[in-house]
Nanobody, 120 residues
Framework: QVALVESGGGLVQPGGSLTLSCFAS????????MRWYRQAPGKERELVGH????????NYGDSVKGRFTISRDNAKNTMYLQMNSLKPEDTATYYC?????????????WGQGTQVIVSS
């Protein structure tokens, strides 16, 4: 059973940094790409970025490009989101995500989320 558990959220001042973690279990982590999403109050869920299964490739949403970095440690079944130069508009609940495609159908798996508040 796929399980994703995010941690590391909290309150940070504008311009500060924070690192989120996503621990995965119930599947062979090193075989699957992963994503980070976020959802701010009253807004739709937004893709933050994507990392391939062997961390050779990452891409990012325009709003975080150059400030956020996704990485993973397949030996620890963990994905990370390093967030620098944080802005109030980065305030959101952050979710990790993976997915499976079988028989033409996509199944999404989500963690419970971890809240990040950027405020002075």
């Amino acid at each position: 059973q796929v399980a994703l558990v995010e941690s590391g959220g909290g309150l940070v001042q504008p311009g500060g940094s924070l690192t989120l973690s996503c621990f995965a279990s119930g599947f062979t982590f090193r075989k699957y790409d992963m994503r980070w999403y976020r959802q701010a109050p009253g807004k739709e869920r937004e893709l933050v970025g994507h990392i391939d299964k062997i961390a050779n490739f990452t891409n990012y949403g325009d709003s975080v490009k150059g400030r956020f970095t996704i990485s993973r440690d397949n030996a620890k079944n963990t994905m990370y989101l390093q967030m620098n130069s944080l802005k109030p508009e980065d305030t959101a609940t952050y979710y990790c995500n993976t997915w499976r495609i079988s028989d033409g159908r996509t199944s999404e798996f989500w963690g419970q989320g971890t809240q990040v508040i950027v405020s002075s």
